[in-house]
């Protein structure tokens, strides 16, 4: 019996060639719509799927496929006698190939102009079901979604190799498309922040080297939408290609980095900002970045949020980076960074914020999911609890460390001085130890300077440290059991304090 194949593709490329081959191999082709009209018109011999199932297309095209001629061809299993028998007594002919991708769904929804009804429309029903059904019954047949794959299959037919094990991968590609092309369609359906199953689906965008350390498999995946100012649609303009361990660092600088509208610059390691800047200009900017943490910086990534020129690149390269982040890089700082073969350019872009998205952490067994800690500061949930109110000037390095804490690991503290961090306490078990280690950062430069605690202090330890250093001003959020005991200690030392009611734990 001649072999038969239904070909039913949204994406056309290459399917002439591939048809042309199945043809040149004594395979019969059954086809739909505009693929059936684009194979015709490239000369090749091709049955309607009308002329199958004797139903011309019905509902807009919405129905073509879905007729027992069509579904009882791709599903019959071959070593079941009874299925043998039924398909002759209805007269059907088994279907051993299915080459079927789907109408657009996810180009249609990134349409800025699509409407709810083009949307819908671009559901795919027909597509899914023979591939399912083809990918269920892969044991005697092939389903190939993907027009990659063309040409493998082609050589596999063409040396009887088309085997089982080769159709069982073929079937799992087809349920992992169609997995994802179902989880596209769930998620636009659904509002809900926190459904009763929560379908994710993301896009492989590179093999990894290596994990977090070199016994650890990794890859990167990107979400399927655009997600501007991310490390997935980031352009890499030099060096080699980044590590695991590259790219979580390099998520929280685009983080951080996003808190600042001024020119600024951040430096990162180990998820960390070991330096913030800002300034008028980024030249003044980096320069401040660096000098809070000279030392931590080698091997740091650094992210700026202004076209990097020649002399913010001259001052980069005189460092041991691994990657510099801007949303632009003009050609003579290119010119001048790329003298540095192992140094990771990547321009990302940077007009349009992050926010509004779903944090996953996975632990064993399940995953936790939150939404994305986009709290900011606004005057009318500030209260001021203490005698001594800050300065204006005060204010802005209080905003501004309170900025950069946000994204520093609990118990973290920050001091910061002249839109400056000069000491960064990180990662600790209590918050004074935390303060400790900024402060002993800081030395003397933390006269005059102001704090920020990412979380309430449990007792008055950190002000009277903080104190006794010169800190003036403290921005915390408030809510212990023991805050009076804090003020007091405020008031006693003369510092200004500010009550967020609002906290900021990173894990």
């Known amino acids: ?292 943490d000279p030392v931590s910086i080698f091997g740091g990534i650094v992210a700026c949020n202004r076209t990097v020129d020649a002399e913010v690149a001259g001052k980069l390269r005189e460092i041991f980076l691994e990657i510099v982040i801007a949303p632009q890089f003009t050609e003579d700082a290119l010119a001048i960074l790329t003298e540095k073969k192992n140094i990771r350019l990547l321009q990302v872009e940077m007009d349009q914020a992050q926010s509004g998205s779903h944090q996953l952490t996975t632990v064993h067994g399940g995953v936790l999911i939150q939404s994305t800690d986009d709290g900011s500061l606004s005057d009318d949930q500030l209260t001021y609890p203490t005698e001594k109110r800050p300065t204006d000037y005060e204010l802005t390095d209080l905003q501004f460390a309170w900025k950069a804490v946000k994204h520093v690991k609990s118990n973290a503290i920050v001091l910061a001085k002249d839109t400056q961090t000069i000491g960064v306490g990180a990662g600790q078990m209590n918050r004074v130890g935390a303060a400790e280690i900024a402060l002993k950062q800081a030395g003397a430069k933390a006269e005059g300077a102001v704090l920020a605690s990412d979380a309430f202090f449990p007792m008055p330890d950190t002000v009277e440290a903080a104190a006794k250093a010169g800190v003036t001003a403290i921005i915390q959020p408030g809510g212990s059991k023991r805050d009076q005991d804090s003020i007091d200690m405020c008031n006693q030392y003369g510092i200004a304090m500010i009550f967020t009611g609002m906290r900021h734990f990173k894990h």
């Open 1 to 292: 019996m001649k072999r038969r194949v239904l070909i039913s593709v949204y994406d056309k490329r290459h399917v002439t060639e591939f048809a042309t081959g199945l043809i040149q191999m004594g395979y019969e082709i059954i086809s739909t719509g505009g693929t059936l009209k684009r194979l015709r018109d490239a000369g090749l011999d091709a049955i309607a799927v009308e002329d199958l199932t004797g139903f011309s297309e019905m509902l807009d095209g919405r129905v073509k496929t879905l007729h027992p001629a069509v579904q009882a061809g791709i599903l019959a299993n071959r070593g079941q006698d009874l299925h043998l028998q039924q398909l002759e007594d209805s007269g059907i002919k088994p279907i051993d190939l299915v080459v079927v991708n789907l109408y657009p769904f996810k180009q249609t929804f990134d349409q800025p102009d699509a409407t709810e009804q083009t949307i819908i429309e671009n559901i795919d029903i027909g597509g899914p079901t023979m591939l399912r059904a083809a990918a269920k019954n892969f044991n005697d047949v092939a389903a190939v979604v993907d027009p990659a794959d063309y040409e493998a299959v082609l050589d596999a037919i063409r040396h009887d190799a088309l085997d089982r094990s080769k159709r069982k991968k073929l079937a799992a590609k087809v349920f992992r498309h169609t997995a994802q092309y179902d989880a596209l369609i769930a998620n636009y359906f659904t509002d809900e922040s926190f459904p009763e199953h929560y379908t994710v689906t993301y896009e492989k965008n590179q093999t990894l080297r290596y994990g977090e350390n070199p016994h650890q498999e990794a890859a990167f995946y990107k979400n399927p939408f655009d997600a501007p100012m991310s490390l997935a649609a980031a352009h890499q303009l030099h060096g080699k290609q980044l590590s695991y361990n590259n790219i979580q660092d390099a998520n929280a600088a685009l983080a951080i980095i996003n808190e600042y509208q001024a020119p600024a610059a951040v430096a990162v390691k180990h998820m960390n900002p070991s330096g913030i800047g800002e300034a008028e200009d980024l030249s003044t900017a980096f320069s401040k970045a660096y000098a809070a």
